[in-house]
């Protein structure tokens, strides 16, 4: 389905009410039907779950073998949309993911044949193992929800949400993320591997057959509006804004930062404070939620001096901050 067929259903499907009750059975069908590929990974769903309903990007870092790029898979079937898949190598080029333009010899005219970066879920994988120029093409696509080429501005699907998944840095052949890229995605998150009853679990019930490829949906695209809408009207008082913004006041203070978190770091964890009190099934934000999501927010946005263990250590420092700051009652 194009972006032009889906626009004149934005505005009537996102006026359909969503409460927070709804919000949580939704959650939990989604959880359950993931868990029937990953198995024990119900925190990592339910942040994808937030990143989604915050209309926001997932960053997805951990090493080969982890069941990365089955979580995407998985989400986009729960709610029956189209995914592409994109292997970013070293010698992939941006027109490779955005498009380009071609001359029809029977129209005698250039014709725009659009890249898989025009659908609703779009998985960047191992996008560090590519140079910074293709990596770069993500950026107006992520940020704005639109592509610029050749003099037009074409838009993107709605809903449209990146999942992006990162070798660890110190692998051969990958390169780095500038700050520009990280800053676009909502949540960082790695998947670990399984506790031993889940491993099991595995072994045993896993055959030959791909089980992503018997999920079901378990809900839809208006699904998708509706969360998304309904995230927005999340209440946000005055004093669990006051806390958010203390964390991110906190890293730019602390001197085991050199770099602390930006203003669109503060808005995004309000954000997906908001996505996440919806999904627990509450219409208003409370601090728990906020100090659940400091650390997959601001780690990846922030660099801690003296250290080169990027997001980890960040988030380890993060933290300790959280345990030393005051929360409102």
Known sequence: MSSTELRPLVPDVARLPLTPREARSLRDSVVANVEKVLVGKQEAVIRSLVAIAAKG??????VPGVG???LAHALARSFGLPLSRIQFTSDLLPSDVLGVSTWDAEARRFVFRKGPIFQHVVLADELNRTPPRTQ????EAMAERQVSLDGETRPLPDPFFVIATLNP???QGTYPLPESQLDRFLLRLTLGYPDADSERKLLVARRLEDPVSTLGAVASLADVLRLQAAARDVRLDESVAD???S?????????RFSLGASTRGALALAAAARAHALLMGRGFVLPEDVKALAVPVLAHRVVVSGRDDGAAGAAEVIEDLLHSLPVPE
């Open 136 to 139: 770069s093409a993500l950026l």
């Open 68 to 70: 990365k790029s089955s």
């Open 247 to 255: 964390i991110a006041n906190a890293t730019r203070r602390d001197p």
């Open 169 to 171: 840095q110190e692998q």
């Open 243 to 245: 806390y958010v913004l």
């Open 57 to 62: 990007h997932l960053l997805l870092e951990d």
